[in-house]
């Protein structure tokens, strides 16, 4: 978020157009919807994963969806962050 806020780029990802920064984000659970049967309840602690991956890959569907081809990320052109 720094070098793009500093330097409008990283990389081959350039800014341009505005762009919502941040891409390690964490928060609390306020509530949990009807049917929600993966542990988390309100009050707990959360992070938010960075990467958006296919879930379909050889990768994603062996765990190391770190390794996703296909992975993009929040705060990198065109993704938006999660700062809003």
């Known amino acids: 978020d720094l070098e ?3 330097h409008g780029v990283i990389g081959p990802f350039k ?3 505005p762009m919502i920064m941040g891409h390690e984000s964490g928060g609390t659970v306020l509530a949990v ?4 049967d ?3 309840k309100p009050g707990d602690k959360v992070a938010l994963e960075p990467g958006l991956v296919c ?3 050889n990768s994603c569907k062996s765990g190391k969806y770190n390794l ?4 993009t990320f929040f705060a990198t052109p065109p993704v938006h962050g999660t700062m809003r």
Do not use: A, S
Request: proline share 5%; hydrophobic share 20%.
């Open 68 to 71: 996703c081809p296909e992975v």
């Open 33 to 36: 919807g009807k049917g929600v």
């Open 4 to 6: 793009y806020y500093r």
């Open 38 to 40: 993966n542990g988390l």
């Open 55 to 57: 879930g379909e890959c």
């Open 15 to 17: 800014l341009e157009q």
